[in-house]
């Protein structure tokens, strides 16, 4: 699922992303940082494709070359990003 990162509604989406796309319930900028694959708010730049760019506003429309729209789990929704993340991560080393 192609989930907004602003109203957090599935953008149902049969082409590829572009600059001027924006979400058809609030209006939010589709591709920039916060929808990308690779943000990662914990690592340096907020980017974990090391050849990218900076860019300072993760909520504005990028020239990225590195982008790809991050694909969420309706799950993931459901219980929040930390908590789907952490049970991932137990799951991973139950014994």
Known sequence: ???????????????TIGRKDV?????????????????????YNQCRETQADRVLDKDR???CDYFVFRDTH???LAKGGKDAARDKLEALFKK
Do not use: W
Not at 3 to 14: G, P, R, S, T
Not at 25 to 43: K, W
């Open 61 to 63: 429309s990028t020239f």
């Open 74 to 76: 309706p799950d993931d």
């Open 23 to 43: 979400c058809p319930f609030c209006s939010a900028e589709l591709r920039c940082c916060l929808n990308c694959r690779h943000y990662d708010p914990g690592v």
């Open 1 to 15: 699922m192609k989930i907004c990162h602003k109203c957090k509604k599935e953008a149902v989406l049969n082409k």
